[in-house]
């Protein structure tokens, strides 16, 4: 990794880069304030709303419990970060003891901001792929509960040892792995494994054993992905406008015929007929590119180098600026995950 000689530099030299950090903490600034707009807009403690109108107020009454994880740890995170204030820090931990005072309330199912659209439930879930991921969004919530709210100390390791799906404890479901054949795509885990590494950190020895394990078996699934980006065609057609959408539009009244309309529209309207270059990109560059962050997240020696080996091949032969679609963000994000693997490895 270089080294950056600090007495060498140039005093313009380090005023710019002071500068840029200096932007860099203002940019997450204005992202952190996002997140707390679309958990303040909800009237219901434990919703999450999906984005905001240019009203700053109108909001999708819908969440869900793959919407959560994510607001969590990246609160927790910022507040980690050395960034933020002490007033800073004191208003993210109020936020985040409100959604997860929400949650536990509402016995771990994510309510929607009005009757109806309550979606997803982090200990009643169908099929053991389900169960395993509601276990890891039960698990990140706990973790996080526990550093933000010490009275509630003791409650990680209650749901780890108590039976969860089928007859199986929780932690004996994490053990058993991931179901490699649940037929879902390897984008929908990364925000699951960077939680279970996040839970490396903890003191129970079987904790980070299971944890570790479950994080290498899952790289170890990833492996076939890494060359699918290959298989990219590009100059298929994109069109930005969503409302062509809306052919199928109907009014609804919760969140389950709001899936079963969404699905339908996207799969045959938006990946096939409208912008057949998203559903290319999703089927070929996205679980390639998740893949690799995957591996990287799982901090396996010996499951990095081809991993690096099609990121690097990736990251000139896809040409970058001309996708639509969300794997760049995760290709950026592998590519951060190995700066931090050599600074955790020196």
Known sequence: METICWGSLRPTTLLFMKGKRRRRKTEIRRLVQGLLLIQDVCTV????????????????????DDQISPWLLALDAYMESGIPS???????????????????ANHWTVPGDRPGFERGSYIHRNGIYEAWLGAVHLLTALHLYEKVAPEKKGLFMQYWNEIFFEGMRLKELLEKGYPRD???????????????????????PEVQKICKKSLRQIAENSVALLTQWRDYTPGRTFDPDWRKMLSAWRAHTSCTE????????MASLWHRKISPAVGEEKRTILDSCAAMWLIL????????????????????????????????????????EWKAYQMFSN
């Open 45 to 64: 403690d434990g919703c999450i709303c999906r984005g905001v109108g240019a009203d700053g107020y109108s909001h999708y009454p819908g969440s869900s």
């Open 258 to 265: 709001a899936a079963t309309l969404a699905c339908g529209e």
């Open 297 to 336: 997240i799982s901090r396996e020696e010996d499951l990095i180098e081809p991993a690096l080996k099609e990121l690097r091949q990736a990251a000139s032969a896809i040409p970058w600026n001309k996708l639509h679609y969300a794997g760049l963000f995760f290709a950026e994000n592998a590519v951060w």
């Open 182 to 204: 649940s037929g879902k795509t390897a984008w929908y885990l990364t925000h699951s494994c960077y939680a279970l590494r996040s839970f490396l950190d903890r003191p129970e």
């Open 86 to 104: 002490n007033r800073e820090k004191e208003i993210c931990r109020s936020h985040l003891l409100r959604q997860l005072d929400g949650l536990y």
